[in-house]
């Protein structure tokens, strides 16, 4: 019977451990891919290869490790990712790299495949299982070289291609998008360049925060005033409030706090002695010097003869 209930717990805790990491992998993008890459960037051994980017979406780290990525649609398991790697484990909202140059030997990130510049590419993501669909996408034909197919923003539904104006950079393991300048700083800037705007936004924001504060404290005070007369009376055996009011049960004068908090303080901190009936005089030895002897500074008395 115990066997049989050892048994069932595995097969429960089998189940929920693949069903979080299901869960969690489903968080995953195919995020960047770059097909040509001429004068890009460089593998761990200095090659240049084409790469595709990986982009974990959640706000919590993910493990891509046991998961598989292909670039044929009848063979979902053709490439798959190493566990026990620990730069599978994806920081959240972060990215990890795979070159696909044909040559896993190489190591995690090397796939065992590549991508063809002349026809489109399909390149998809699999879980753990092999049959369910995180991720995927084809990339069309005609890439040029150093030119990336991107997502617009990391995870986001748009694609562009990257790399062929000015202002657009691929972005190997980083953000597809960078964001050069605060839009809401320069807002603010426009509407208040002085910054008494802000001060006053920022003074009215401690002061809030000050009276509320000093609300909450003062209820709370009381509270502890009415539970305290409340069970003085009913230790006194009283129910008429006014009879408790007249001799002023429950209240106290705010020297008596002062000498009980006073005293506690004093007990935690062992500020008194234990032998507190007990004088104890210790004998202090000092090095003897005339510089400092007090026989020299005596005025002596004449003597008669």
């Avoid at 920081?91 to 030997?105: C, E, I, S, T, Y």
Wanted: aromatic share 8%; glycine share 8%.
């Amino acid at each position: 019977m115990n066997k049989k209930r050892l048994g069932i717990f595995i097969i429960l805790l089998a189940t929920f451990t693949l069903g979080v990491h299901s869960q969690r992998a489903t968080s995953l993008r195919i995020n960047e891919v770059l097909v040509i890459n001429e004068n890009n960037f460089q593998d761990d051994y200095g090659q240049q290869s084409a790469w595709i980017e990986i982009f974990n979406t959640s706000f919590a780290s993910v493990n891509i490790g046991g998961c598989f990525l292909t670039n044929d649609p009848d063979n979902p398991r053709k490439y798959p990712i190493p566990k026990g790697d620990v730069l599978t484990k994806i920081p959240p909202r972060q990215h990890v790299l795979f070159w696909a140059d044909g040559m896993p030997n190489r190591g995690t990130f090397h796939v065992n495949f590549t991508l063809d510049p002349t026809k489109d590419n399909y390149i998809a993501l699999y879980d753990s299982n092999g049959k369910t669909l995180i991720d995927e996408i084809t990339v069309p034909a005609g890439q040029l070289a150093n030119q990336s197919y991107a997502r617009e923003e990391d995870g986001g539904d748009k694609w562009v291609v990257k790399g062929g104006a000015e202002n657009s950079y691929v972005t190997p393991s980083t953000n597809n998008k960078t964001i050069d300048t605060n839009e809401k700083i320069e807002k603010f800037e426009q509407h208040d360049s002085s910054g008494i705007g802000m001060a006053i936004t920022a003074m009215t924001v401690v002061f809030s925060g000050l009276i509320l504060l000093y609300l909450i404290f003062k209820s709370i005070g009381k509270l502890a005033v009415m539970m305290s007369k409340r069970n003085a009376m009913k230790v006194h055996g009283i129910t008429d409030h006014k009879e408790a009011k007249e001799i002023g049960l429950g209240e106290r004068p705010g020297e008596i706090f002062a000498a009980i908090a006073m005293a506690m303080h004093e007990y935690q901190e062992d500020v008194h002695d234990v032998e507190n009936t007990i004088l104890t005089i210790n004998r202090v030895k000092r090095s003897y010097s005339p510089w400092s002897s007090k026989i020299y500074t005596l005025r002596e008395n004449p003597h008669k003869k």
